[in-house]
């Protein structure tokens, strides 16, 4: 029952948050209730489906009414070496005719049949919505009929978009991953320094920039879930020696439970910065190592790390000179806050705040003691208080997602996406250069100055200061038309600039 | 300051030039009731001709004095004479500018001389036309220096002093700028009631109108008597430094004073030709430009991401390059080649490149290749180059041959501008490359850059 994986999924052991709470408060969940009319952020169904979708040959298919599939389809920057199949959107786009004399279930069988047929996909994930779980279409049972009949495997993804928020709907996704997917095939070619890594979408391919570090020490990436992965890997992770969890709240219980199954330990690493990719590089080597990898993998490791780390400061040391003082806003959740922090705090940056939002107590605790100083952290700022600080000029550069842009854009600021759309690579060592290049872009863009730059006319469209005083020779033939000044000051007495909507 | 270099070769490969008389024609295209005449050999003619018509996709009435052996050797003013009359006869124009080709500068003749003596022989048979005489030998200069010429001989032999007229401006656009730029310029001095006089005047000719009956003339542009009014005026605005000379001469011949805009592709440049409207009007800066220039600075901030560290390529005319390297550099592009046609211009001092290159396609391929590039702007003719480099290519200047409309384009002022930022960051978002894990590997990449050594960091 949905209502069980749900409790159970909030009872995650390896959560530091869940730990932290008693037992009466442990039984309630983590969802905050949301407050209708001030609520910003995705459904469990939009988790879900975020966790999943960019395994690149699946094909997922949503049940639902259009929006669901129709409105968020193909609006990620995840990257694939492959196959493109992600990227082709299937929903059954149930109309009021199939809701009302309950065909939903047909309709989902038929669609997976064509796809299978039209698309030969390696496997066909089904995911359920508010519509299709409010009027009890049993996708299970559908997609169990539909493994069986088709010969392929067909998941359901159970995370209907009222139970929860974004990050419910990742657990919900890992749910269906350790059910119905991870121990599914066993490789011919399982070898001791396999590893996993969870929660790595590969967005704009940056997994790409990490990926060669792994191999150059010999360490093969069996799966990475979900970044750029394939269903047949992705049903072989069971075999991995390591997991390295990337997004520390997305897919933990999807780490515990292989853990707990196969006995493979996780650790959680970020590759943003660049003490962070080396301490990811040295967790998965002694790890391995002490799953029976061969002992030298830990020299080779920190030979690796030494030049990397030597390479990676003497080509952000230019960045020094000019970006040293200049103050940055981090308006972003979770895990990404600490890793870049120490990064740019590297390069001289000052850090003049950072949300906590979605940051657990231990990346509280590192950005404390990174910073030093508790007020810069916030825990979300209304949009009004963000504007109004960045209008203000209280920092020089605001990094968040794309849903903030506009507020610093609007208060004529640089700003730099650092979350799904965005279009730069930021992992690993290269990735954090590329990170303090764009910045460097970003800030010193001539743009800014031009932009904030005030018309020379006021509100009224009345010039201010004697712009052409001197080149304009005396006209005596025209004599200032007064009555028309006159009627046009009338016209605007009393109104503000505000009044005006300009400006 | 960008350092001038003259490109060294002996032979030019792939031109970014056109020739002098062809920008002269082309203003007096800008002229009502014109007939531009090439003097010279029919090919002259002919070239320039189709070169027109392949960007502007209308009749362009252009006519030649045909030189043929004979008058090569022995004189071409029978010819002249002979080609003006037919003209008139024909076409009854109001105004036949004569433009002068390499032919006949390199015999050498009194083209005044003969056209005075023309004129006064034949002056009961050729009333109620206008001829005005410009030296432009094809051996010099390009479409800018003739346009200049044109102009400032239509004003030497037209303009007259008269008594002010209050709300009257002279509007002296450049050759690079665009129909629909000239009819922005028109909506815009309308929007504060002034009056203006257009010299040249392209919007009306070459904008496509279709005409009720057949005309051999330009049937729009400029009339002739408002070219005499132009004494008359408050004050000339000169778009393009190479529209300096023309305001000059209207000042010197009728005490107008004039200002001369470089470029009206930056925000403060426009902000100031807006505000000099305004002083000139004694009125407000209406509502709707307000609007405008608001819509350029948002343009100017989503558009920023897509031109930030992005290397162009630009090939044009002076006026027009520095126009667009003050363009792309204000957006945080680097112009990495600059080529233009002439070394004459004050305005190349001011362009925003390290250098300034007077040459042709293949130097700004070279140097495009060299420096690295993301965006070839030039006109049609850079096709090959961007192709070869693999980069997008936008057109502008002319000619643009292989796409229809670029004259109904708007370059300047805040929509102008506006419009500009848009078109350059879809072809670059067009031509966007997904990653692939060869492209971003560390190690690869280590090996190229060694393979390709370039600065590190880009220093802006």
């Known amino acids: 029952m949905l209502k069980d994986k749900i409790a159970h999924v909030f009872e995650e052991p390896a959560c530091d948050k869940n730990q932290a709470k008693g037992e009466k408060e442990r039984k309630k969940g983590c969802s905050k209730p949301l407050t209708p009319g001030a609520a910003a952020g995705g459904c469990a169904f939009d988790g879900a489906k975020i966790a999943l979708q960019p395994i690149t040959d699946v094909a997922h298919l949503i049940h639902a009414p259009l929006a669901c599939e129709g409105n968020s389809w193909d609006n990620r920057g995840a990257a694939s070496s492959g196959p493109d199949l992600w990227r082709t959107s299937f929903t059954t786009d149930l109309s009021e005719l199939d809701i009302v004399m309950g065909r939903g279930e047909k309709k989902l069988l038929k669609a997976i049949r064509e796809i299978a047929e039209r698309y030969a996909p390696p496997a066909i994930f089904v995911y359920s919505t508010c519509v299709t779980a409010l009027i009890g279409d049993d996708i299970e049972a559908v997609c169990r009929h539909a493994a069986e009949t088709l010969g392929l495997p067909v998941v359901p993804v159970n995370a209907p978009g009222f139970v929860g928020s974004k990050n419910l709907g990742n657990k919900l996704a890992g749910e269906a991953l350790i059910d119905h997917v991870i121990g599914t095939r066993e490789p011919e070619d399982a070898g001791p320094t396999d590893i996993n890594v969870l929660g790595e979408f590969n967005l704009s391919g940056e997994f790409w920039m990490v990926k060669p570090l792994f191999e150059r020490l010999g360490i093969r990436i069996?799966?990475?879930?979900?970044?750029?992965?394939?269903?047949?890997?992705?049903?072989?992770?069971?075999?991995?020696?390591?997991?390295?969890?990337?997004?520390?709240?997305?897919?933990?219980?999807?780490?515990?439970?292989?853990?707990?199954?196969?006995?493979?330990?996780?650790?959680?690493?970020s590759f943003y910065g660049i003490s962070d990719t080396s301490e990811a590089l040295r967790q998965t080597a002694r790890l391995l190592v002490e799953r029976g990898a061969p002992g030298d993998l830990v020299t080779r490791c920190e030979a690796l790390i030494s030049d990397e780390e030597r390479r990676a400061w003497a080509a952000l040391a230019p960045y020094r000179e000019r970006l040293a003082g200049k103050r940055v806003l981090l308006n972003t959740g979770g895990v990404k806050s600490w890793s870049v922090v120490s990064a740019l705090m590297e390069v001289g940056m000052e850090i003049v705040g950072t949300s906590i939002k979605k940051s657990t107590d231990e990346d509280k605790e590192r950005i404390r003691e990174l910073?030093?100083?508790?007020?810069?952290?916030?825990?979300?700022?209304?949009?009004?208080?963000?504007?109004?600080?960045?209008?203000?000029?209280e920092a020089d550069i605001m990094l968040s997602g794309g849903r903030t842009q506009f507020i610093a854009l609007k208060a004529k600021t640089p700003w730099l996406d650092i979350n799904q759309e965005r279009h730069h690579p930021y992992a690993g060592y290269d990735g954090m250069v590329e990170l303090v290049r764009q910045i460097d872009r970003a800030i010193s863009n001539p743009v800014w100055a031009t932009v904030r730059e005030p018309a020379p006319w006021d509100a009224a469209g009345y010039c201010v200061g004697p712009a052409f005083q001197q080149a304009i020779t005396p006209n005596h033939d025209m004599e200032p038309d007064v009555s028309f000044v006159a009627h046009t000051r009338r016209k605007f007495a009393a109104m503000g600039a505000d009044d005006m909507g300009e400006c | 300051?960008?350092?001038?270099?003259?490109?060294?070769?002996?032979?030019?490969?792939?031109?970014?030039?056109?020739?002098?008389?062809?920008?002269?024609?082309?203003?007096?295209?800008?002229?009502?009731?014109?007939?531009?005449?090439?003097?010279?050999?029919?090919?002259?003619?002919?070239?320039?001709?189709?070169?027109?018509?392949?960007?502007?996709?209308?009749?362009?009435?252009?006519?030649?004095?045909?030189?043929?052996?004979?008058?090569?050797?022995?004189?071409?003013?029978?010819?002249?004479?002979?080609?003006?009359?037919?003209?008139?006869?024909?076409?009854?124009?109001?105004?036949?500018?004569?433009?002068?080709?390499?032919?006949?500068?390199?015999?050498?003749?009194?083209?005044?001389?003969?056209?005075?003596?023309?004129?006064?022989?034949?002056?009961?048979?050729?009333?109620?036309?206008?001829?005005?005489?410009?030296?432009?030998?094809?051996?010099?200069?390009?479409?800018?220096?003739?346009?200049?010429?044109?102009?400032?001989?239509?004003?030497?032999?037209?303009?007259?002093?008269?008594?002010?007229?209050?709300?009257?401006?002279?509007?002296?656009?450049?050759?690079?700028?665009?129909?629909?730029?000239?009819?922005?310029?028109?909506?815009?001095?309308?929007?504060?009631?002034?009056?203006?006089?257009?010299?040249?005047?392209?919007?009306?000719?070459?904008?496509?109108?279709?005409?009720?009956?057949?005309?051999?003339?330009?049937?729009?542009?400029?009339?002739?008597?408002?070219?005499?009014?132009?004494?008359?005026?408050?004050?000339?605005?000169?778009?393009?430094?190479?529209?300096?000379?023309?305001?000059?001469?209207?000042?010197?011949r009728c005490d107008v004073p004039f200002m001369v805009f470089d470029q009206l592709t930056g925000l403060k440049s426009i902000d100031r030709f807006i505000a000099l409207l305004s002083e000139l009007s004694r009125q407000p800066v209406p509502a709707q430009i307000r609007r405008r220039r608001n819509q350029l600075t948002d343009a100017m901030l989503d558009g920023h991401f897509h031109f930030a560290g992005k290397k162009v390529a630009i090939g044009a005319e002076p006026d027009l390059l520095f126009g667009l390297s003050a363009f792309f550099a204000g957006l945080?592009?680097?112009?990495?080649?600059?080529?233009?046609?002439?070394?004459?211009?004050?305005?190349?001092?001011?362009?925003?490149?390290?250098?300034?290159?007077?040459?042709?396609?293949?130097?700004?391929?070279?140097?495009?290749?060299?420096?690295?590039?993301?965006?070839?702007?030039?006109?049609?003719?850079?096709?090959?180059?961007?192709?070869?480099?693999?980069?997008?290519?936008?057109?502008?200047?002319?000619?643009?041959?292989?796409?229809?409309?670029?004259?109904?384009?708007?370059?300047?002022?805040?929509?102008?501008?506006?419009?500009?930022?848009?078109?350059?960051?879809?072809?670059?978002?067009?031509?966007?490359?997904?990653?692939?894990?060869?492209?971003l590997d560390p190690f690869l990449k280590r090996s190229r850059e060694v393979s390709d050594e370039r600065p590190s960091p880009s220093t802006h």
């Open chain 2, 332 to 439: 945080g592009a680097e112009v990495s080649a600059a080529v233009t046609t002439s070394a004459h211009s004050s305005v190349l001092d001011r362009v925003i490149s390290e250098r300034v290159t007077v040459g042709d396609l293949r130097d700004l391929e070279d140097e495009a290749g060299a420096n690295g590039c993301d965006l070839v702007v030039t006109h049609s003719h850079g096709r090959q180059a961007a192709e070869r480099l693999g980069v997008p290519h936008l057109r502008v200047g002319f000619p643009i041959f292989d796409r229809i409309g670029s004259q109904y384009r708007r370059t300047i002022l805040y929509e102008g501008v506006r419009d500009l930022i848009f078109e350059v960051a879809n072809l670059w978002q067009g031509a966007l490359q997904q990653p692939t894990p060869e492209s």
């Open chain 1, 222 to 269: 069996r799966a990475s879930v979900p970044g750029d992965a394939r269903y047949a890997d992705v049903a072989a992770a069971h075999t991995a020696r390591v997991n390295m969890m990337v997004c520390s709240t997305a897919l933990i219980n999807l780490a515990r439970k292989m853990d707990e199954r196969w006995g493979i330990p996780f650790f959680e690493g």
């Open chain 2, 1 to 252: 300051m960008a350092k001038i270099v003259l490109s060294g070769k002996a032979a030019a490969v792939n031109p970014l030039k056109s020739s002098q008389p062809l920008g002269a024609a082309f203003a007096f295209l800008g002229i009502e009731g014109s007939v531009p005449l090439f003097h010279g050999s029919q090919g002259c003619t002919s070239f320039a001709l189709v070169l027109f018509v392949r960007h502007f996709k209308e009749t362009i009435p252009l006519q030649t004095t045909a030189m043929d052996e004979v008058s090569t050797i022995l004189g071409g003013a029978d010819h002249l004479e002979e080609a003006i009359l037919n003209l008139k006869q024909r076409t009854q124009p109001k105004l036949i500018g004569v433009c002068t080709t390499a032919l006949v500068e390199t015999r050498g003749e009194d083209f005044a001389g003969d056209l005075a003596s023309i004129k006064l022989r034949r002056a009961a048979e050729l009333a109620g036309t206008e001829i005005v005489l410009v030296s432009t030998p094809d051996f010099d200069g390009a479409i800018e220096e003739g346009w200049t010429k044109a102009v400032s001989a239509l004003v030497e032999s037209l303009v007259a002093p008269g008594e002010r007229m209050a709300r009257q401006v002279n509007i002296l656009p450049g050759s690079h700028l665009t129909v629909a730029d000239v009819e922005l310029l028109r909506d815009t001095c309308a929007a504060f009631g002034l009056d203006p006089i257009i010299l040249p005047d392209i919007s009306g000719s070459l904008d496509g109108t279709i005409p009720e009956k057949w005309l051999p003339t330009t049937y729009g542009g400029t009339p002739v008597a408002c070219i005499r009014n132009a004494g008359r005026s408050a004050f000339t605005i000169a778009i393009g430094e190479h529209m300096r000379r023309p305001a000059q001469l209207i000042q010197e």
């Open chain 1, 371 to 393: 910073m030093k100083d508790d007020p810069h952290m916030f825990e979300s700022m209304a949009p009004r208080d963000l504007y109004r600080m960045l209008a203000d000029g």
